[in-house]
């Protein structure tokens, strides 16, 4: 009766950590253990994304969180350094306040976009008005004195709230058609009615404030409940907002309706001029084989709508937790394990190409890469990326991985050098094995993907311990191999484009001075 009540006791006091079968080498072992009773993701996720926040390139949190990662790595006995390769135009957000006060009192959902100007500290109150649908150019221009002392409504209204798998589920066949039809045609009348102003986003932003509106007000809906997407503003003098769809939608139609609706806006926020913008490197240094290196790669800035969590919080903590599981389990490994948070992916993988630019010594010595960003699931793709060989040597890493994480993950060989889309692709041009683990998505590309709710409670953290328990183990093979791996290319295949053979990526240098109009 003792021993059951006993056991009893053991199973409460660890029951939500995964369990793997058994492998029998002794490092893997450990890496599995350090990963699974003692895991530091919860921790690190809280601090970066709720204590810190968004990271977007340019902002005191950008600078605020390499600091932090580097103080991480030395609190764990690993060098580390920010390493400066560029500047850009600091911004830091401030507080938005947005209420209806005409013709009811109502609090609005939304936020200003990405490097907005400000209310200079004072609220500014104002009617709004709808970007009017004008037959061409110049009537745009006749109608432009309207907008002054007003909002203007730039984007389209929804006709619907609902995300497509809500309508799949309830509506009638007809209706769900219905529907898309109607949002097809009101999704080309607007694209059709800002076409006519003859103007880009962004001239049509300056015509506006020159014109004398109050603000921009737009909404990027992200086709999904209660999400959009917070990109940069292309205002320069007057605040750009982005509201929720259903506080546009009701202003929307409250001003079609003539109602006049009034708003109260302040919004707060700081140019800060030039910055310098960093990667943050931290290095195990290799015993054997020092000058060579197996690098973990994932971007550290964000887009600032949400605080940045999938996007590429789960990348980021996924690479921290594999460098500190390392240092404590196999501290001493044949090859330099590097790790590379890179700023500025956002704007055209920036930092990780001014790292390729500028350690062609360190590019050339490169065994493998492997980068992680796209959301929070369990790695369930490994492409060869093109490279004749990769099957040799990536498949006889993953032989050591858990089958319960192995066996989720369809690999394709050679596969097809990836063009972009995140860092591992600046190494690649460059001819490094640098490889993609590539995430299940957890409707990634709606709900979180540079959205307001990319936040900490979107994290899958069993699927991110999965993610850091195979880097670590793909990292410790890697640096043990004794054969380095093979760059040879594969022949590509024709494009379904071009109808040309494709050709590998080429090299391209980064923006080392952004954010200037
Ligand atoms: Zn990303």
Known sequence: MKK???????????????VFAQNNDQVVQQIIKEATE???????????????????????????????????????GIPARNEKWGE?????????????????????????????????????????????????????????????????????QQPTGRDDRNWEEFATKESLEKMKAERTAATNAWRNRLGKTGLSPKNLAIALENAGAAGIFASNWSSGFGVNKIFSAQSTKIPTIDLSLEDYGMLYRLTESGVNPKVNLRADSKQLGMVPVFNTIAEIKGTEKPEEYVVLSAHFDSWDGGTGATDNGTGTITMLEAMRILKKVYPNPKRTILVGHWGSEEQGLNGSRAFVEDNPEI?????????QDNGTG?????????????????????????????????STFPGTPGGGGSDYASFLAAGVPAFSLSSLSW???????????????????????????????????????????????????ISQRT????????????IRKGGVN
């Open 378 to 410: 369990r790695v369930v793709d490994l492409s060869g990326q093109g490279f004749l060989h990769a099957y040799n040597y990536l498949s006889k890493w993953l032989q050591a991985v858990p089958n319960e994480i192995r066996s989720e993950i369809k």
């Open 363 to 371: 590019v050339r010595n490169i065994q493998a890469l492997f980068n």
């Open 443 to 493: 409707a990634y590309g709606t709900y979180t993907w540079h959205t307001n709710r990319d936040t900490y409670d979107k994290i899958v953290f069993d699927d991110v311990q999965k993610n850091a328990i195979l880097t670590a183990i793909l990292a410790y093979k890697a640096s043990e191999d004794p054969t380095p791996a093979s760059r040879e290319k594969s022949i590509l295949p």
């Open 38 to 76: 003692n895991s530091q993701l919860k921790k690190l996720a809280h601090e970066l994304t709720d204590g810190i926040g968004p990271r977007l390139v340019g902002t005191p949190q950008m600078k605020q969180a390499h600091d932090w990662a580097v103080a991480k790595y030395e609190s764990w």
């Open 88 to 156: 850009w135009r600091g911004w830091e957000r401030g507080i938005t306040h947005i209420d209806l006060v005409h013709p009811r009192t109502e609090s609005l959902e939304g936020m200003q976009l990405a490097w907005s100007a400000s209310t200079i500290g004072k609220t500014v109150s104002a009617e709004t008005i709808i970007l009017a649908d004008l037959a061409d150019s110049i009537a745009f221009q006749n109608w432009l004195p309207n907008v002054r002392g007003k909002f203007v409504l730039i984007s389209m």
């Open 4 to 18: 059951s009540i006993r056991l009893i006791a053991l199973i409460l006091l660890f029951p939500a950590s995964i």
């Open 499 to 510: 109808g040309q053979p494709m050709s590998w990526p080429s090299p391209r240098s980064p």
